[in-house]
């Protein structure tokens, strides 16, 4: 994968969460509206200035509130870090809950018509096993062995990039 495609899928995965968490709705639901790609780039960029700047220069307290705040805003991380994904599912079971957490149907309805029709019947079936098993991610952390089985089976299961925000572009 290209370092674009990198930067793309990890677009993609942001998308992805801003659906589930609008779904599961309350706490979780995101603050503000779904960054398009562009302003998604811009914040990417931003955060990753302040995170260098962490590490080369250390950073006051105001930067450091703006590097949490752009973190929660991208969903940094969401995905593939398994405290994040265990934080998520406890406050997704407090809101109620949400069909599209374990049903593989459920979680294609989060998908448009177009990224359904793009990706095709196996596409989608991979998508759904994908990002499914991310949330697997949560149990296994006492047991390195789950979790490196974990890991591989969202490794073999990466989507191609399919949104409809990225199929318009070169």
Request: some cysteine; hydrophobic content about 45%.
């Amino acid at each position: 994968m290209t370092s674009v495609d990198g930067l793309l899928d990890e677009y993609q995965g942001y998308v992805l969460a801003y659906r589930l968490r609008r779904a599961v709705g309350g706490r979780v639901a995101p603050p503000g509206a779904q960054l398009t790609l562009a302003q998604y780039a811009g914040r990417r960029l931003e955060r990753q200035t302040l995170a260098r700047s962490l590490i080369t220069q250390g950073m006051d307290a105001a930067q450091m509130r703006r590097l949490d705040t752009l973190s929660d805003e991208l969903m940094f991380g969401f995905w593939l870090n398994p405290a994040e994904v265990a934080a998520f599912l406890r406050a997704a079971i407090r809101e109620g809950s949400h069909p599209a957490l374990g049903d593989p149907g459920a979680f294609a309805a989060l998908l448009t018509h177009t990224e359904r029709t793009r990706l095709g019947e196996a596409g989608v079936r991979r998508v759904c096993t994908h990002f499914l098993a991310c949330f697997t991610l949560a149990a296994p952390m006492l047991d390195p062995d789950g979790l490196t089985d974990t890991f591989r089976r969202i490794e073999a299961t990466r989507p191609p990039l399919f949104l409809d925000e990225l199929a318009a572009r070169g």
